[in-house]
């Protein structure tokens, strides 16, 4: 049986990570202004993010400040990480983000990046606390006109983001006929703060998105979405225009772990057999 259990814990541990979205990127935003590899800064940087990461082991939000260094040279940070996710996802989530800030932010004095399941920020402190309601991001599905789906529909979709609108605490969750929806503010956020950011994000949807089967919204400190059931893995992939090989590389995955799934069962079948052979045959011998 010890066979059967490596077999399927890579089964399970394969899927898991071929399933995994949310650490996709949605957007980021890097300062002009750099920093040398050796400064006291980027000591301060290296511990903050270490302790971010850390924490993510345990908590779905957190900000830190580091000064080890120095404390001229402080460095500020956040993470807020959906509230549906595991702390195993959450940590998987802020790892992929910090490993991101190479390519994506190298060497800059600040930078936030936003996952699909994490927002990651550093810099000096005065962002933290504070309310920030800028558009950072907007997508919107296919519109009815495209046919997206029953112009009936919106009246549900409405409903949803009004409720997600009044619902308290920061992270909201929906749901209104055949749609889903979701919003959810950074930690740092007052109560009050938050109902403004959310209603914001609600504003924009309803403008940017009038008649679209899918939307998603994210401000500096807070973002909604919506979709319908069938849409929402689509609402970050519309107009983004996915090359051949992504797709193929998407299907080739499946395939595999299609493949692997049907061995695992064989082999599986095999040691069944084998065992139930042997205890035919040991009961043979004792008679």
């Given amino acids: 049986m010890k066979q059967f259990s490596i077999v399927i814990f890579f089964l399970f541990t394969f ?28 000591y301060n940087l290296n511990s ?20 080890i260094a120095s404390p001229l040279y402080p460095v500020s940070g956040i993470y807020q990480c959906r509230a549906d996710l595991s702390f195993s996802d959450c940590e998987s989530c802020v790892k992929q983000a910090v490993s991101q800030l190479p390519s994506l932010c190298s060497s800059s004095e600040s930078a936030t990046v936003q996952l699909q399941g994490c927002l990651l920020q550093y810099g ?6 504070k309310s920030d309601e800028t558009l950072r991001f907007k997508r919107c599905g296919s519109g009815i006109e495209s046919g997206g789906f029953d112009p009936n529909l919106m009246a549900m979709r409405d409903d949803l983001l009004s409720a997600l ?21 950074v930690g740092d956020q007052s ?8 209603k914001k994000t609600v504003e924009y949807l309803e403008k940017e998105c009038p008649s679209s089967v899918s939307g998603v919204v994210y401000l500096g400190k807070c973002y909604a979405e919506y979709a319908t059931q069938d849409d929402h893995q689509h609402t970050y992939e519309s107009n983004s225009n996915p090359s051949p090989e992504h797709d193929h590389g998407e299907q080739a995955g499946k395939d595999l772990a299609i493949i692997i799934g049907i061995v695992a069962v064989v082999i ?9 052979r042997r205890s035919v045959e040991e009961n043979q011998l004792k008679s």
């Fill in 124 to 129: 000096n402190n005065s962002f933290i606390g």
């Fill in 191 to 198: 109560s009050k703060e938050c109902n403004d950011c959310v």
């Fill in 48 to 67: 903050l993010l270490t302790s971010l990461t850390n924490s993510a082991t345990f908590t779905t939000y957190a900000n830190f400040t580091a000064s």
């Fill in 15 to 42: 899927s898991s990570c071929n399933g995994d979205t949310v650490t996709r990127v949605i957007y980021s935003e890097c300062s002009d202004r750099k920093i040398s590899s050796s400064s006291p800064y980027q």
């Fill in 268 to 276: 599986l079948l095999i040691f069944f057999v084998a065992y139930l």
């Fill in 165 to 185: 609108t009044v619902q308290p605490g920061f992270y909201r969750s929906s749901k209104a006929g055949y749609i889903d929806g979701d919003a959810q503010c």
